[in-house]
């Protein structure tokens, strides 16, 4: 996976008043959520993921950002939004982008041929010289290395320091085995899986830090019990511009003051088609927009976001907010924000995220509104008698940047690297003991990586949330009926006229998905 190497701004907040009312039966007679919802077919949905893995087929096996598979994803969702009569736009971004040279790390055991062990460079992390760096290994006292005591006693001077994670952040890691002279950082992790950790932007470390498994850590650090081990470490990166694009569209219908948005990320890893992640999103997010432009009355506008660069750091959710924020009154138009990234999962669960933290204390700051926009979701399921779990509402996928600005966000999410446990096999079935999704961020994450039961259940709650919304928001912000603006022109129509994007500079950052992650921001 590449990364991006530049900074998220933050922009200011803003306050969003909460109402009372539940939207959910807000219609019992004539179109309703649940009448609209029905419209919204797992079939209807699945033929667009068809439509994204015959394109990651096409070209070369994946749709990440700034490749044809990319390009290609975008034209598809384009084009059929254009056949129901949507105009869209591109929302350009430039950013700059990391690019790996070199990350290799090889064990010169006492006899026999060297051995290859999988590792990653750290975002944001410095470069080995051309060649990397060859030297034995040197390890705390605690297998920590947070303080600099853990090294009392250790020569780590020119070693490779050897170092478990936890307790504290890498960069505290990195940095406290610099200054006890070790001249590169190998982190292993504490879990099952590759390390993938990042410094963070603008970070002190001069030494090169990486990460390993925690099963090679063990290996690294059983054989250094026996005698001295050498290590050669090889991570080198350089750094160069890039542009992508979002695809942005809205209803025609709607009052434009209140408008309410969904997104879901377009790209995909390098490794793979990228079928539950995300493909699965953003096809049942077209297929809501495809039926929703059949709607006879809309109270709200509804504006859709297929999000570029989320792979490499949230880039384009970042950029598109960054731009609102930058002009006068934008963000305040916004309702609320639905995101929906991973929902077709193979081990799956039905998980929304917890903005009331009634099982996880969120580890960012909810915006007032998001209980009361969960609770679209959650009401709904219960009313069609479908269990359902709180996921961590983590800010770590497209909804990160909306909720740094003030702006109410849910959304949904079927698992990722979490393993399942009996519990959730009893609400959902599926294997216990195994992760929700085992192919994720793999070349094995394709059609068949997908279950049609998960995102059947999932783009119906899309669609249920969608047509609520739309008509109205009373209970997230207070806002409620299509609103009376005689003479006043509707900002924001006709893409590009209201919204002020287009080409810029880019945002970005190490990052985690949306719940468990791609990047692991600390510890």
Avoid at 45 to 63: L, P, T, W
Avoid at 182 to 192: E, F, G, S
Avoid at 257 to 276: K, Q, R, S, Y
Avoid at 338 to 352: A, H, Q, T, W
Wanted: with cysteine; charged share 20%.
């Amino acid at each position: 996976m590449r990364r991006t190497v530049a900074g998220l701004v933050i922009a200011g907040a803003m306050t969003v008043g909460a109402g009372v009312a539940s939207p959910v039966a807000a219609h019992p007679q004539g179109d309703s959520p649940a009448g609209f919802a029905s419209k919204v077919t797992a079939k209807g949905v699945m033929r667009h993921v068809q439509q994204f893995q015959k394109i990651a087929d096409q070209n070369g096996g994946n749709r990440a950002a700034t490749t044809p598979g990319y390009e290609a994803s975008a034209q598809y969702v384009e084009k059929t939004l254009k056949k129901a009569g949507y105009t869209t736009e591109r929302d350009y971004f430039t950013f700059e982008r990391e690019i790996l040279d070199a990350q290799t790390l090889t064990l010169a055991p006492p006899s026999g041929d060297p051995v290859s062990i999988e590792v990653d460079q750290m975002a944001y992390s410095a470069s080995t010289p051309e060649g990397g760096i060859t030297a034995d290994v040197a390890s705390p006292t605690d297998t920590l290395g947070c303080t600099p005591e853990a090294w009392d006693g250790v020569d780590a001077t020119g070693k490779i320091a050897l170092i478990s994670r936890g307790e504290c952040s890498f960069t505290i890691k990195a940095a406290t085995a610099e200054a006890a002279g070790a001249a590169a950082a190998v982190i292993y992790n504490n879990t099952d899986g590759l390390l993938n950790g990042t410094l963070g932007e603008g970070n002190t470390v001069g030494i090169a830090a990486a990460g390993i498994s925690l099963a090679d850590g063990q290996v690294l650090v059983a054989a250094a019990a026996s005698g001295p081990v050498s290590l050669t470490l090889d991570v080198r990166s350089h750094v160069e511009a890039s542009e992508s694009f979002n695809v942005i569209a809205e209803t025609a219908k709607g009052r434009d003051d209140n408008v309410v948005m969904l997104g879901a990320h377009l790209d995909g890893v390098e490794d793979g088609p990228g079928i539950n992640d995300n493909a699965s999103g953003s096809a049942a997010l077209l297929e809501v927009a495809v039926k929703l432009a059949d709607a006879k009355k809309l109270n709200n506008t509804v504006r859709f976001a297929w999000w570029g660069a989320e792979e490499l750091g949230l880039i384009g959710s970042s950029r598109y907010v960054a731009d609102l924020a930058a002009q006068e009154g934008e963000l305040d138009r916004i309702a609320t924000y639905l995101n929906f990234d991973m929902i077709g999962s193979p081990n799956y669960i039905i998980g929304v995220y917890d903005a009331d933290q009634s099982t996880y204390e969120a580890p960012v700051e909810v915006p007032e509104g998001s209980a009361a926009t969960e609770k679209v979701f959650t009401d709904y399921f219960d009313s069609i008698g479908q269990p359902w779990v709180d996921t961590e509402f983590s800010g770590r996928s497209d909804y990160q940047a909306f909720i740094l600005n003030g702006i109410p966000a849910s959304g949904l999410f079927t698992g990722a690297d979490d393993v399942k446990t009996e519990e959730e096999v009893a609400l959902f079935g599926g294997t216990a003991g195994i992760t929700h999704d085992p192919n994720y961020h793999s070349p094995a994450d394709d059609l068949s990586n997908i279950n049609v039961e998960a995102l059947g259940i999932m783009s119906k709650a899309v669609a249920f949330a969608t047509y609520s919304l739309a008509q109205d928001t009373s209970a997230i912000n207070g806002v409620s009926g299509p609103g009376d603006q005689p003479g006043k022109p509707k900002p924001g129509k006709g893409h590009g006229k209201g919204h002020g994007h287009g080409k810029g500079h880019g945002h970005g950052h190490g990052h985690g998905h949306g719940a468990p992650g791609h990047w692991d921001k600390a510890a």
